[in-house]
């Protein structure tokens, strides 16, 4: 009987539940304003969609604690020739009433080279607004 509780318990979690890439999941839209901003190549609006404390992990590199770190991470990397950038969510699995995680793949364009990559947000909502708290992406290929 427990087997048959728990078969029941995931088909209506599966079929019934919301999905978390769903077209009015808050996270979502606020994403989608963000890869406008990145490909605006606006440092200052993409580092508003930060916590006031939060950390930027890039590869091979030292944490960048608070926005104007972030800010100053993404303007260099604009200035540098980085942009168009392409976002695949893989996952959005909210752990919590304020707090998520989502996954992504993504690709950006640095002259005639394509960069791929895989990221992971932690959201934190603060005062009923999303905001990512801590970001950590790495690369997985170059490609001509």
Known sequence: MMIVRLVAFVWIAFFMGGSALAQDNPILARLNTYIAAYNAKDAEAISA???????????????????????AHFAKAFNNGVSDLEYNILEIDQTGPDTAVEVAETKVKLGAKTISGRSMHVWKKVEGVWFIHRDMYHVLGIAQ
Do not use: F, M
Request: no cysteine.
């Open 49 to 71: 969609y930060y916590t006031e404390k939060a950390a930027l992990l890039p590869p091979r590199s030292r944490a960048l604690v608070g926005r104007p770190s972030i800010a």
